[in-house]
């Protein structure tokens, strides 16, 4: 079995800093965690991640959305959203209509088919995550979540243009 850069990292810990060991290890939770949902999706659903995603965006808003709105929402380009648009407006599970405010402006919402398949999908991925994570207490979970979101606000800090705390 290939070791992952966490691994590798860790076999001569001198040579790199703690930080970035320390996100080694959160890609590697990462990897290993998304690696497994793709698996249980496509076998379980049929579907990829990328479209679980889609409806998940949708499912959250019901009146539509249009596809530079999904496109931001999942950071990918608007060509990578029309490649699953067209494939879940064939297979039945999205509507399509020109936006009212921009006759060039698609608007995209899940069929009732759409929204009932995610949400049965849906049901299945929250099991799944509380699955992976059930070695955790909820005390663990807190604390991971509080250093989590400190992370998230030093990692936004570093950013050009962004204010440090």
Known sequence: MPLDAEAKALEAPGEHADELRLWLRMLTCTNLIEAEIRTRLRDTFGVTLPRFDLMAQLDR??????????????????????????????????????????????????????RAEFRAMAAAHEAWIAEMFEGLSRDEVDVLMRLLAKTKSSAHAALPGESRP
């Open 61 to 114: 808003a019901p009146e539509g959305m249009t596809l530079s709105d999904v496109s931001r929402r999942m950071m990918v380009s608007n060509g990578n959203v029309t490649g699953l648009v067209e494939r879940l407006v064939e297979s039945g599970h999205l509507e399509r209509r020109t936006a009212a405010h921009d006759r060039r402006a698609q608007v995209i919402r899940l069929t009732d088919l759409g």
